[in-house]
């Protein structure tokens, strides 16, 4: 693996089932599938998911060194939405964000039962100040 930056990426490897939850009485139940698998020379790791309810598109991301020291994830999905987050994994899990002045997200991974749990949740800013809950999202190998 060529860029040490990488190296922790390699937790993520592999298929993982998806689960979670919108908030609220009534909302629908996430699940799905999702894999990581690097690119040929391990430069770049590819996330590739499906997802329902279809309220959820399924996508593709491509992971890779940001030219600076940190990861970033390249996000494209179903409805043609592209979008760039910050990406940080470590020991103790993952975190994605986006600060976007129209739409910022981010996504917190806890790893747990030894790696084959992610338990995460998505968050929302609409207003460049509050940040809320948007819905839970957990992969389990």
């Known amino acids: 693996?060529?860029?040490?930056?990488?190296?922790?990426?390699?937790?993520?490897?592999?298929?993982?089932?998806?689960?979670g939850a919108m908030p609220g009485d009534g909302a629908p139940t996430i699940h799905g599938s999702a894999s990581f698998a690097w690119l040929d020379g391990e430069r770049f790791l590819v996330q590739r998911w499906h997802v329902e309810p279809p309220e959820f598109p399924?996508?593709?991301?491509?992971?890779?060194?940001?030219?600076?020291?940190?990861?970033?994830?390249?996000?494209?999905?179903?409805?043609?939405?592209a979008r760039r987050y910050a990406l940080t994994v470590d020991a103790e899990g993952l975190r994605l964000?986006?600060?976007?002045?129209?739409?910022?997200?981010?996504?917190?991974?806890?790893?747990?039962?030894?790696?084959?749990?992610?338990?995460g949740r998505w968050?929302?800013?609409?207003?460049?100040?509050?940040?809320?809950?948007?819905f839970d999202l957990h992969y389990v190998r």
């Open 97 to 119: 964000e986006r600060d976007d002045e129209d739409f910022a997200q981010r996504y917190t991974g806890r790893f747990e039962d030894g790696g084959a749990r992610i338990a």
């Open 123 to 134: 968050e929302r800013c609409d207003d460049g100040s509050t940040w809320e809950h948007d």
């Open 58 to 81: 399924d996508g593709i991301a491509v992971i890779g060194a940001d030219g600076a020291g940190g990861l970033v994830q390249h996000y494209f999905d179903a409805r043609g939405v």
């Open 1 to 19: 693996m060529p860029e040490a930056e990488l190296a922790p990426l390699s937790a993520l490897v592999g298929d993982w089932r998806l689960e």
